[in-house]
T-cell receptor, first 115, second 112 residues
Framework: EADIYQTPRYLVIGTGKKITLECSQT?????MYWYQQDPGMELHLIHY???????EKGDLSSESTVSRIRTEHFPLTLESARPSHTSQYLC??????????????FGPGTRLTVT | AQSVSQHNHHVILSEAASLELGCNYS??????LFWYVQYPGQHLQLLLK??????LVKGIKGFEAEFIKSKFSFNLRKPSVQWSDTAEYFC??????????FGKGTRLSVIA
């Protein structure tokens, strides 16, 4: 079982502020992911990384950016928060399964509210 | 692009009723298949997974799922649900070399 930590768990900020959501994992997983999930809705992949210095955009267009300088750390940054960014942000990391697929483990999430 | 369809948005069952949640995917090649559960206020947890071998997979808390390749399906079942099974259930697929693709989820409400 992977240990994935996200901070803060809850955040309320004003429009225009710059914020960074932190995600760390202690299992040495190469692959990490950020999802956006509105309450009771599906998960949308916004960013992923397959290793240090590797980042890719996901299916959902996002105004956020990510970095992967260390294996265990995958922060997500919003340069200028807007009310439309209000959502829950889930971080995940994965281990390789058979046949090339990956089993993902999720953090507890950060619930962001932009006023 | 790959997609995952979950047929039911919200299912309401009485305790002890049997459960079957449908999941179909669109990818034609080899896939890994997963069911995740999200209890109210908690993070996503892996319920069960299929990589290869026996198409009937058993997971935690009495859940099982059957992979039917010809139907591109991976339905989740439980013979007798409990109130504590109330949660959101997500089916997910990962074709090799790509991130998980999730379905829209099915909310299960179990009433006494």
């Amino acid at each position: 079982e992977a240990d994935i930590y996200q901070t803060p768990r809850y955040l309320v900020i004003g429009t225009g502020k710059k914020i960074t959501l932190e995600c760390s994992q202690t299992m040495g997983h190469d692959k990490m992911y950020w999802y956006q999930q509105d309450p009771g809705m599906e998960l949308h992949l916004i960013h992923y990384s397959y290793g240090v210095n590797s980042t890719e955009k996901g299916d959902l267009s996002s105004e956020s950016t990510v970095s992967r300088i260390r294996t265990e750390h995958f922060p997500l940054t919003l340069e200028s928060a807007r009310p439309s960014h209000t959502s829950q942000y889930l971080c995940a990391s994965s281990v390789p399964g058979q046949l090339g697929g990956h089993e993902q483990y999720f953090g507890p999430g950060t619930r962001l509210t932009v006023t | 692009a790959q997609s995952v369809s979950q047929h039911n948005h919200h299912v309401i069952l009485s305790e002890a009723a049997s459960l079957e949640l449908g999941c179909n995917y669109s990818y034609g090649g080899t896939v890994n298949l997963f069911w995740y559960v999200q209890y109210p206020g908690q993070h996503l947890q892996l319920l069960l997974k299929y990589f290869s071998g026996d198409p009937l997979v058993k997971g935690i808390k009495g859940f099982e799922a059957e992979f039917i390749k010809s139907k591109f399906s991976f339905n989740l079942r439980k013979p007798s649900v409990q109130w504590s099974d109330t949660a959101e259930y997500f089916c997910a697929v990962t074709p090799p070399g790509t991130p998980l693709v999730f379905g829209k989820g099915t909310r299960l409400s179990v009433i006494a």
